[in-house]
């Protein structure tokens, strides 16, 4: 397959979550590709941040911040990045905020946001694509391998993640005909800074164990995956989930 096949030049991306962790991994990887990408955080500070290490690149970039869970959020930072670069290719919704714990101890808060921030915000992003891409578009919604898989104290993440995977079948459903694809990527354990401050190295070893490719994700393997579904290569392919887990969720069964 050549090279051409996997170029992003000329194309716009917009990522959600985009400053830290997987997202600003995809964010990198896409740029990289050579598509312009806004960056759409929480905090527009660390957005910033992260478009001006694109720019001493010398790739172009546009930072936007807000919450995800608000419609006009996605919307406008869509419709603000057709305006400016003409148009919008590829929308990757990545955002999520968790808390793990005991099912006694959830709250309406705490499902609220979870909900807002991990499947909400995966409605707004599809709709974002219905009114502002065009033929070739590609939709890319990160849920997680803890959609197949019982998690232990994460029953709401669990849920909003299978629930990401239906939305994706349903978008690429109603999209399709207009050939803008809609597909996911669904991580196991990846090394961002999120994860990393809550896990101890012995936790690392028995997920290292029960792997069978022997080693955890980066967040660079998430982001060629995106790529990829991003990019002509995956043309024809649609309403589908990859995994990026080494194989474990099937070591599970």
């Not at 406008?76 to 808390?99: F, T």
């Not at 006694?104 to 921030?117: A, D, F, H, I, K």
């Not at 809550?198 to 660079?220: D, F, H, S, W």
């Amino acid at each position: 397959m050549s090279a051409q096949a996997h170029s992003l030049a000329g194309r716009v991306a917009l990522v959600t979550g985009g400053a830290r962790g997987i997202g600003r991994a995809i964010v990198t990887h896409l740029a990289d590709l050579g598509a312009t990408v806004g960056v759409l955080d929480l905090k527009k500070e660390l957005a910033e941040e992260a478009v001006a290490a694109l720019a001493a690149k010398g790739q172009a970039a546009m930072a936007f911040g807000g919450n995800v869970a608000e419609q006009s959020t996605i919307m406008e930072a869509a419709a603000q990045l057709k305006s400016v670069h003409g148009r919008l290719d590829i929308l990757v919704s990545n955002a999520m905020w968790v808390r793990y714990g005991p099912i006694s101890e959830l709250t309406p808060e705490m499902v609220r946001r979870m909900v807002g921030t991990g499947f909400e915000s995966v409605i707004w992003g599809i709709q974002a694509a219905d009114a502002h891409m065009g033929e070739g578009g590609s939709v890319i919604n990160v849920s997680s391998a803890a959609a197949f898989l019982g998690l232990p104290r994460g029953l709401t993440y669990a849920g909003v993640k299978a629930g990401v995977l239906g939305l994706t079948r349903a978008g690429a459903v109603d999209l399709g005909p207009r050939g803008i694809r809609v597909n996911a990527i669904c991580p196991g354990f990846t090394t961002t800074e999120g994860v990393m401050v809550n896990v101890t190295p012995e936790m690392v070893q028995k997920r290292l164990a029960r792997t069978p490719m022997q080693r955890v994700g980066t967040p660079e393997d998430v982001a060629r995956v995106a790529g990829f579904l991003a990019s002509p290569a995956s043309g024809f392919v649609t309403g589908e989930y990859i995994k990026v887990d080494g194989g474990a969720t099937y070591a599970h069964l």
